[in-house]
């Protein structure tokens, strides 16, 4: 199985400054289409998780600019430019290249 | 609008068994994969369970294989995930989930909980 390792787990952060959640993984999540299968998303409070940003770099529809991810091969990143308070909640990085589909532990950003 | 609402979760005894269904809607459901992912109280995500575009092939992960078993039925644009010979460690909210890379559709139905106590 893939296992995917989040860092940190938790993450305070002051309104309007940037944050970064690392997601590594065990084996590297190129298919061989070229395509990066790795997500992430964000669980709000009481909410169903809510997908962020998908094949590891690309914004889904609706998600602010200020969410951006990169990496490639093993490790990877997701960044906030400003974190707002609305950005409250767990995010997760998922892997997708191979069954079972697995989730790092989570990172639980709270404002400072 | 893409709508994906699950039922069926509920309280059950250790050994028993439930139907979870998950009514889809808004989307062409029979070009997409389907998923299950459950999350214990207060814990993290767990993929469950996928199966393809047109029900050919399952996937599970091995806490679930033998006792779960996932269908689809396109006539009704449902999924289903069949769980039997439950055990306290499957209590979770149980979430259905369209990952759609190639139609950039990605969405998470609000879960249904399934409770196994004695």
């Known amino acids: 199985d893939v296992v995917m390792t989040q860092s940190p787990l938790s993450l305070p952060v002051t309104p309007g400054e940037p944050a970064s959640i690392s997601c590594r993984s065990s084996q590297s999540l190129l298919r061989s289409n070229g395509y990066t299968s790795l997500d992430w998303y964000l669980q709000k409070p009481g909410q169903s998780p809510q997908l962020l940003i998908y094949l590891g770099s690309n914004r889904a529809s609706g998600v602010p600019d200020r969410f951006s991810g990169s990496g490639s091969g093993t490790d990877f990143t997701l960044k906030i430019s400003r974190v707002e308070a609305e950005d409250v909640g767990v995010y997760y990085c998922?892997?997708?290249?191979?069954?079972?589909?697995?989730f790092g532990q989570g990172t639980k950003l709270e404002i400072k | 609008e893409v709508q994906l609402v699950e039922s069926g979760g509920g309280l059950v005894q250790p050994g028993g068994s439930l139907r979870l269904s998950c009514a889809a809607s808004g989307f062409t459901f029979s070009s997409h994969w389907m998923h299950w992912v459950r999350q214990a109280p207060g814990k993290g995500l767990v993929w469950v369970s996928s199966?393809?575009?047109?029900?050919?092939?399952?996937y599970y992960a091995d806490s679930v294989k033998g006792r779960f078993t996932i269908s689809r039925d396109s006539a009704e644009n449902t999924v289903y995930l069949q769980v039997n010979s439950l055990r306290a460690e499957d209590t979770a909210v149980y979430y259905c989930?369209?990952?759609?890379?190639?139609?950039?559709?990605?969405?998470w139905g609000q879960g249904t909980l399934v409770t196994v106590s004695s």
């Open positions: 998922m892997q997708t290249v191979q069954t079972p589909y697995t």
């Open positions: 989930v369209l990952i759609g890379y190639d139609t950039s559709s990605f969405y």
């Open positions: 199966i393809n575009a047109d029900g050919s092939n399952t």
